[in-house]
C-alpha cells in the first residue's frame, strides 16, 4: 500500500489549503481513510477520517466546522479541505489507512508540511 500526501505549504492565518492523498495498492472496500497531525514537541493526532464504503466522516472537535475530508472512488484519493487555517494548524500532516475491523491505522503515508503564519 502506498499513500502519497501532497498539497502542504506555507499560508497566513485565516487562509486555506487543500491535501490529497493518492492511495494505491490494494482496493479500499472496507477500509477507513483518515489524516493525522504531529506538531513539533507533540504527539501525532487524529484530525479526521472517512469510511470508504458509505463515506462517513469524522473530525476532531479543533477542526470541526474548518476542516472537510472527502474521498474520490474514482480516483483512489482522499482530500482534506482546510478553511479559516490558525497557527495552532501548523504541523506535518500524514495520510492514514485502516482496515474498518482495525483500531490501529495499518498503513502510514508520509507527511506533507502545513504552516500557518500569524
Known amino acids: 500500500v502506498q499513500l502519497q500526501a501532497s498539497g502542504g505549504g506555507l499560508v497566513q492565518a485565516g487562509d486555506s489549503l487543500r491535501l490529497s492523498c493518492a492511495a494505491s495498492g490494494r482496493t479500499f472496500t472496507n477500509h477507513v481513510m483518515g489524516w493525522f497531525r504531529q506538531a513539533p514537541g507533540k504527539e501525532r493526532e487524529f484530525v479526521a477520517d472517512?469510511?470508504?464504503?458509505?463515506?462517513?466522516?469524522s473530525y476532531a472537535d479543533s477542526v470541526k466546522g474548518r476542516f472537510t475530508i472527502s474521498r474520490d472512488k474514482a480516483k483512489n484519493t482522499v482530500d482534506l479541505q482546510m478553511n479559516t487555517l490558525k497557527p495552532e494548524d501548523t504541523a506535518v500532516y500524514y495520510c492514514?489507512?485502516?482496515?474498518?475491523?482495525?483500531?490501529?491505522?495499518?498503513?502510514w503515508g508520509q507527511g506533507t508540511q502545513v504552516t500557518v503564519s500569524s
Open positions: 472517512i469510511t470508504w464504503n458509505l463515506g462517513t466522516t
Open positions: 492514514a489507512a485502516r482496515r474498518s475491523a482495525s483500531r490501529n491505522v495499518n498503513w
